[in-house]
T-cell receptor
Framework: KQEVTQIPAALSVPEGENLVLNCSFT??????LQWFRQDPGKGLTSLLL???SQREQTSGRLNASLDKSSGRSTLYIAASQPGDSATYLC????????????WGAGTKLIIKP | ETGVTQTPRHLVMGMTNKKSLKCEQH?????MYWYKQSAKKPLELMFV???????ENNSVPSRFSPECPNSSHLFLHLHTLQPEDSALYLC?????????????FGPGTRLTVL
């Protein structure tokens, strides 16, 4: 059974710092992996999607990496800003015919001005 | 309206009440999903509809009853809920429910059961 873990559950850093959020999964047979952002009182916004054949994806100040063999993904945020404060969720797409997203519990990020 | 909308945004109900959550997507998608998000727990997939047909029911109690009259609308009918059902209920849609389709989420309905 696929399990997705995000550590730490919460993180607080000063503005301007580069930071890394972690996501680990137990079964390397994945279809893809996605990183989402959730703001308080709002739904989820997809940030980056990495296919199983890819090693990384980049969008602006965000870079997501994928290492299937070790069951790990990281989300790198460069030059953090207060507007980056949110909860970041990772979700793994199952490879079998019953495609579903398996979710981590998220990391709540606070960027201090 | 654009994207995925959900109403109401907040709902407080007693255990004997009957209420419904509504989701509407304006993206031309054919798959819609209901998720439950409890505090500090991963999202739980509840139901999946693909082309109006229910394709997933993840062992959800019968006090939750989904309805999908067309590809743009999804309802979640609630009755005789328990306090532990209090959570954020999120709706999502995607082009289809097949592999790799990106899901787009609504803002959620915050449900409190007294």
């Amino acid at each position: 059974k696929q399990e997705v873990t995000q550590i730490p559950a919460a993180l607080s850093v000063p503005e301007g710092e580069n930071l890394v959020l972690n996501c680990s999964f137990t079964d390397s047979a994945i279809y893809n992996l996605q990183w989402f952002r959730q703001d308080p009182g709002k739904g989820l916004t997809s940030l980056l999607l990495i296919q199983s054949s890819q090693r990384e994806q980049t969008s602006g100040r965000l870079n997501a990496s994928l290492d299937k063999s070790s069951g790990r993904s990281t989300l790198y945020i460069a030059a953090s800003q207060p507007g980056d404060s949110a909860t970041y969720l990772c979700a793994v797409g199952r490879r079998d015919s019953n495609y579903q997203l398996i979710w981590g519990a998220g990391t709540k990020l606070i960027i201090k001005p | 309206e654009t994207g995925v909308t959900q109403t109401p945004r907040h709902l407080v109900m007693g255990m004997t009440n009957k209420k419904s959550l509504k989701c509407e997507q304006h993206l031309g998608h054919n798959a819609m999903y209901w998720y439950k998000q409890s505090a500090k727990k991963p999202l739980e997939l509840m139901f999946v509809y693909n082309f109006k047909e229910q394709t997933e029911n993840n062992s959800v109690p019968s006090r939750f009853s989904p309805e999908c009259p067309n590809s743009s609308h999804l309802f979640l009918h609630l009755h005789t809920l328990q306090p532990e059902d209090s959570a954020l209920y999120l709706c999502a849609s995607s082009p289809t429910s097949g592999h790799g389709n990106e899901q787009f989420f609504g803002p959620g309905t915050r449900l409190t059961v007294l």
